[in-house]
Every structure is written in C-alpha cells, then in structure tokens.
C-alpha cells in the first residue's frame, strides 16, 4: 500500500510559477513509476508528467517546456516545477503511482493522492 499526499497548489497568474509537491509513503517507493495527472470539471483526467525509478521522464506535448518532474527518493517525495502557467492549466492535480515503468493510461496507476487545486487567472 502506498499512500500520497500532494501539495503546493494554488491561485497563479498567467505567466507565473507554482511548485507541486507529492509525499509518499512505503519503503517501496524507490522502485516505483510516479505521475502527476490532472483534470477539470467536466474533462477527462490527463496524464501531465511521469517520471520512473530510473529518473526517464515523460511529458504531454501540452507542458513540454515549461514543467519538470522530479523525484528524491530519500525524501520519498515527487515534484512537478510548473512555469510560464496558462489559465488552461487550471485543474485540479494528482499525484499517482504504479509498480514498473512509466504508462500513460490513468487506469494503470494504482494509488492516487486526494489531489490539489491549481487556478491560472488570466
């Protein structure tokens, strides 16, 4: 079992930065994909970033270049860096995990944390 609990969310301007962070339990962790997902009223969640136990990332084309995931393992914490926010990155963000390697489907991750809201005002 695997519990996550992200963090750091909140209301941005355009243009601004905001830092996510998802703490984790289990002695495990180390050997798990991490993934951060995110999903608006009415919309399907979407997978954002993954990041593996190895450090290979995977971005959606629609953050490439402007967020970062990251992992510190003795920390047992993931973090997603989100620069040059947009007011379409408003969603609320999850923080998920799954034993293996980094996929995108949501219904291949098996823990989730309760999710954080991140508002872009224009």
């Known amino acids: 079992q695997v519990q996550l609990v992200e963090s750091g969310g909140g209301l941005v301007q355009a243009g601004g930065s905001l830092r996510l962070s998802c703490a984790a339990s289990?002695?495990?962790?180390?050997?798990?994909?991490m993934g951060w997902f995110r999903q608006a009223p009415g919309k399907e969640r979407e997978v954002v970033a993954g990041i593996s136990w190895s450090a290979s990332t995977y971005y959606a084309d629609s953050v490439k270049g402007r967020f970062t995931i990251s992992r510190d393992n003795a920390k047992n914490t993931v973090y997603l860096q989100m620069n040059s926010l947009k007011p379409e990155d408003t969603d609320v963000y999850y923080c998920?995990?799954?034993?293996?390697?980094?996929?995108?489907?949501?219904?291949?991750?098996?823990?989730w944390g309760q999710g954080t809201q991140v508002t872009v005002s224009s």
């Open positions: 289990g002695r495990t962790f180390s050997s798990y994909a």
């Open positions: 998920a995990a799954r034993k293996g390697s980094i996929v995108v489907p949501t219904t291949l991750y098996d823990y």
